[in-house]
């Protein structure tokens, strides 16, 4: 039976996506993850399936599902067992794409809505500077008026499928005297020239995604590559990253799961002193303590996702998710690790990679600082 927020609908295509999951992408996870890499055909496939564009209407080769699809999505996608390639599509089908969707003119939504759905054009998403993170406001790539269009100078760091992006969602200040005003948002295809990357930067953990820095070197843009209006990019991109903030939660609290599955299981199976570890009333408390907080975090991402399916936008819920699910996941790793004695250490075992993927929603997409601002800041202070 479907659990709340979901219907039934949602869970046949639950069922789809983890078969998919299990059969295609699981198996070869620890190669993917040895090689830091996976093939581009995941995309394509994934867009044959359908997968990439589950929520957009069908005209543009969508599903023409609701937002609760992309939330079954970020769920299943766990299941690959690598943090890294569940990371890589959710910035196509949640962080980098739905802008073209929400802002983008009827041309560039066929130009790249449809191909990215397709799988056939590959994003990423550019906000992020050597010198300015958690300040987005205080970006440093400029795109400066020309006759004809724009021309793009500075550089991007941790982008997410930057090596491999067919197009990118650049985050660029088109004036720099106007604050949050002086901002816009462009769609630009990496074969640009000018457009460079520059190095594939070597991570603790999310091996399989690349994450690249990128270079714009007089950069030409026609006019119609701005996305939305000139001006409105800082409070565009302020939309966009709830999205990627609650699929972020989804994906992670999900993965708490699996993760607090496992340890578990192995309580049950590794014995000391006598009895199963899950026996000795600390470890017992200890996956209590695991399940009880993954179910509060996981309830409340599902009041977000639920609040934003009925057409609400509710940053103070998204946040409270984002912060809450960050610090659980983190929590959930590091105890079940711990549960696995010496064996979690080692490589053998996937537990470390849990451990080592699940830090990064503290980080990514906001940090949980930024988050406690959000927060404290729409409680009034
Ligand atoms: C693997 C990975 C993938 C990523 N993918 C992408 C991507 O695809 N696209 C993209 O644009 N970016 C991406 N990012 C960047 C990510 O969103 C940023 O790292 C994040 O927003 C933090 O910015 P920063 O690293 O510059 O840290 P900083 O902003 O320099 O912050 C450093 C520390 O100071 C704290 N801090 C900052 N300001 C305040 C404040 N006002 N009050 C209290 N504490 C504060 C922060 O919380 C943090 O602890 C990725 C990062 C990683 C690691």
């Given at each position: 039976?479907?659990?709340?927020?979901?219907?039934?609908?949602?869970?046949?295509?639950?069922?789809?996506?983890?078969?998919?999951?299990e059969?295609?992408?699981?198996?070869?996870?620890?190669?993917?993850?040895?090689?830091?890499?996976?093939?581009?055909?995941?995309?394509?496939?994934?867009?044959?399936?359908?997968?990439?564009?589950?929520a957009?209407?069908?005209?543009?080769?969508?599903?023409?599902?609701?937002?609760?699809?992309?939330i079954?999505?970020?769920?299943?996608?766990?299941?690959?067992?690598?943090?890294?390639?569940?990371?890589?599509?959710?910035?196509?089908?949640?962080?980098?794409?739905?802008?073209?969707?929400?802002?983008?003119?009827?041309?560039?939504?066929?130009r790249?809505?449809?191909?990215?759905?397709?799988?056939?054009?590959?994003?990423?998403?550019?906000?992020?500077?050597?010198?300015?993170?958690?300040?987005?406001?205080?970006?440093?790539?400029?795109?400066?008026?020309?006759?004809?269009?724009?021309?793009v100078?500075?550089?991007?760091?941790?982008?997410?499928?930057?090596?491999?992006?067919?197009?990118?969602?650049?985050?660029?200040?088109?004036?720099?005297?106007?604050?949050?005003?002086?901002?816009?948002?462009?769609?630009?295809?990496?074969?640009?020239?000018?457009?460079?990357?520059?190095?594939?930067?070597?991570?603790?953990?999310?091996?399989?995604?690349?994450?690249?820095?990128?270079?714009?070197?007089?950069?030409?843009?026609?006019?119609?590559?701005?996305?939305?209006?000139?001006?409105?990019?800082?409070?565009?991109?302020?939309?966009?990253?709830?999205?990627?903030?609650?699929?972020?939660s989804?994906?992670?609290?999900a993965?708490?799961?699996?993760?607090?599955?496992?340890?578990l299981a192995?309580?049950?199976?590794?014995?000391?002193?006598?009895?199963?570890?899950?026996?000795?009333?600390?470890?017992?408390?200890?996956?209590?303590?695991?399940?009880?907080?993954?179910?509060?975090?996981?309830?409340?991402?599902?009041?977000?996702?639920?609040?934003?399916?009925?057409?609400?936008?509710?940053?103070?819920?998204?946040?409270?998710?984002?912060l809450?699910?960050?610090?659980?996941?983190?929590?959930?790793?590091?105890?079940?690790?711990?549960?696995f004695?010496?064996?979690?250490?080692?490589?053998?075992?996937p537990?470390?990679?849990?451990?080592?993927?699940?830090?990064?929603?503290?980080?990514?997409?906001?940090?949980?600082?930024?988050?406690?601002?959000?927060?404290?800041?729409?409680?009034?202070?």
């Open positions: 039976m479907a659990r709340w927020p979901f219907s039934e609908e949602h869970e046949q295509l639950r069922a789809s996506i983890r078969q998919f999951v059969s295609e992408l699981a198996p070869s996870a620890d190669e993917w993850e040895r090689e830091a890499d996976f093939p581009t055909s995941v995309f394509t496939r994934m867009g044959e399936l359908g997968f990439l564009g589950l957009y209407p069908e005209a543009y080769g969508g599903g023409g599902g609701d937002y609760l699809c992309n079954v999505l970020a769920e299943e996608m766990c299941r690959c067992n690598s943090g890294g390639l569940a990371m890589a599509v959710a910035v196509q089908t949640d962080m980098a794409v739905p802008p073209v969707f929400k802002f983008g003119t009827e041309e560039q939504k066929h790249y809505l449809t191909p990215a759905i397709r799988g056939e054009k590959v994003f990423c998403l550019g906000i992020t500077e050597p010198d300015a993170g958690s300040d987005v406001a205080g970006i440093k790539t400029t795109a400066r008026k020309v006759d004809d269009g724009w021309v100078n500075g550089s991007k760091i941790f982008i997410t499928n930057g090596r491999r992006a067919d197009v990118m969602t650049l985050v660029a200040k088109t004036d720099r005297d106007a604050g949050h005003q002086g901002i816009s948002l462009f769609l630009v295809d990496s074969d640009t020239p000018g457009f460079h990357v520059a190095r594939t930067l070597d991570k603790l953990g999310m091996h399989t995604s690349d994450t690249a820095e990128i270079t714009f070197t007089d950069m030409f843009l026609p006019e119609d590559a701005l996305l939305g209006n000139e001006g409105e990019g800082f409070y565009n991109i302020s939309w966009e990253l709830q999205g990627e903030r609650l699929v972020g989804a994906g992670s609290i993965g708490a799961r699996r993760t607090f599955e496992a340890a192995y309580a049950t199976q590794r014995e000391t002193f006598g009895k199963p570890i899950g026996k000795h009333q600390v470890i017992r408390h200890a996956l209590a303590d695991m399940a009880t907080e993954i179910e509060a975090a996981q309830q409340l991402v599902y009041a977000a996702a639920w609040k934003v399916n009925q057409g609400e936008y509710p940053v103070r819920e998204i946040s409270m998710a984002k809450l699910t960050g610090e659980v996941s983190w929590k959930v790793a590091d105890k079940a690790l711990q549960i004695g010496g064996y979690g250490y080692t490589m053998d075992f537990i470390q990679r849990g451990w080592r993927d699940s830090r990064l929603i503290r980080i990514g997409g906001g940090t949980d600082e930024v988050m406690r601002d959000v927060i404290g800041k729409m409680e009034g202070l």
